[in-house]
């Protein structure tokens, strides 16, 4: 199974739920870190990715490749323009359009309102993503 996290600004979301994840799924896993920004990218290996690289185009042709199982970030991958720019209409197209299952954060996007989500902290976001992927790594479903 290969999971693909994305993360931008300053990579601390992502980062968490890589932390909290990373030693409680199967050995076979291939965790990869793609990041909008250096500092994005610097924190998916500091949280323990082995493969991490610099979106855009490296975003871009791992998607095309339709190779990833599960893409785990925060609401903006698949919003253009999100996180103050860094998102391109082309990373976020690529992201939505991309077979695998998505799980999407609803952080705060200060343009988009999300209507029957319960506002969570970050941590309880942190907590459940890191929970779903396990169950979804372990189960491979």
Same mark, same amino acid.
């Given at each position: ?11 601390? *979301?992502? #980062? @968490? ?5 990373? &030693? ?9 870190? /793609? %990041? ?26 791992? *998607?095309? #490749? @339709? ?5 785990? &970030? ?9 996180? /103050? %720019? ?36 970050? &941590? ?18």
């Amino acid at each position: 199974m290969r999971i693909v996290f994305i993360d931008g600004m300053g990579g601390g *979301l992502v #980062a @968490q739920v890589i932390s909290h994840a990373a &030693g409680r799924l199967p050995a076979d896993t291939e965790l990869i870190g /793609l %990041g909008t920004n250096a500092l994005a990218t610097a924190a998916m290996l500091k949280a323990g990715l082995k493969r991490v690289e610099l979106a855009p185009q490296a975003l871009l042709d791992l *998607l095309r #490749a @339709q190779t990833a199982d599960i893409i785990v &970030g925060p609401i903006g991958i698949v919003l253009p323009n999100a996180m /103050l %720019g860094e998102v391109t209409p082309r990373m976020a197209e690529a992201v939505a359009s991309s077979r695998a299952r998505k799980l999407l954060l609803p952080v705060s996007q200060s343009h988009f309102e999300f209507i029957g989500v319960e506002n969570k902290s970050i &941590g309880v976001l942190v907590k459940e993503a890191a929970e779903k992927i396990v169950e979804i790594a372990s189960n491979k479903n």
